[in-house]
């Protein structure tokens, strides 16, 4: 069955870009019917978008992060990566990835997720 | 962005209890509404889509209901291993929105 796995760095110091990447596995990321999220969640907080991505390299980003995110897909590694400038404190949060059904965009499988602390 | 609020927060209750949360959207979302459940240290787990819609391999103590603004998630008989943290989520319109979320505990 598909799975994800998300990696990257555990630490990232402020002001520096913090870098994730997914990959997945059991399929392929060029599925039809399916795109991809990034999904984030500080902690003891609710969870929140961060953006999505299509095989055709299609986005759509979160307003609230827009301005710091980019999402790019590679279709010969069948990975997902997630880009966030400009970190602080706020960053701090457990970052999953995940697959979108097409026809109702929820979150159907998911990364275990990855803790990413922003601190100095 | 549209707000979603969930009741309650926390909810303490018994094997075998029936239980229900509420879920109440900031504008109209028709039925693009999905629940998930979260154990502590895991990732959220999909239990059903657009309002009712039950996820293969959920068991069918889980059912949802609702349209519009409010929405609510039921568990029939609870088991031991539902107790978690439930989030409901729009997907009507990005940026797609979460709940705060409500743990059910063990009375």
């Known amino acids: 069955q598909v799975q994800l796995q998300e990696s990257g760095p555990g630490l990232v110091k402020p002001s520096e870009t913090l870098s994730l990447t997914c990959t997945v596995s059991?399929?392929?990321?060029?599925?039809?019917?399916?795109?991809w999220s990034w999904i984030r969640q500080p902690p003891g907080e609710r969870l929140e978008y961060i953006g999505y991505?299509?095989?055709?390299?299609?986005?759509n980003y979160n307003p609230s992060l827009k301005s710091r995110v980019t999402m790019s897909v590679d279709t010969s590694r069948n990975q997902i990566s997630l880009k966030l400038s400009s970190v602080t404190a706020a960053d701090t949060a457990v970052y999953y990835c995940a697959r979108v059904q097409d026809t109702d965009d929820a979150f159907d499988i998911w990364g275990q997720g990855t803790m990413v602390t922003v601190s100095s | 962005d549209i707000q979603m609020t969930q009741s309650p927060s926390s909810l303490s209750a018994s094997v075998g209890d029936r239980v229900t949360i509420t879920c109440r959207a900031s504008?109209?979302?028709?039925?693009?509404l999905n629940w998930y459940q979260q154990k502590p240290g895991k990732a959220p787990k999909l239990l059903i889509c657009a309002t009712s819609s039950l996820q293969s391999g959920v068991s069918s103590r889980f059912s949802g209901s609702g349209s519009g603004t409010d929405f609510t998630l039921t568990i029939s008989s609870l088991q031991p291993e539902d107790f978690a943290t439930y989030y409901c989520?729009?997907?009507?319109?990005?940026?797609?929105?979460f709940g705060q979320g409500t743990k059910l505990e063990i009375k």
């Open positions: 059991g399929g392929s990321v060029s599925s039809a019917g399916y795109y």
């Open positions: 504008q109209s979302i028709s039925s693009y």
């Open positions: 991505i299509y095989y055709s390299g299609s986005t």
């Open positions: 989520q729009q997907s009507y319109s990005t940026p797609f929105t």
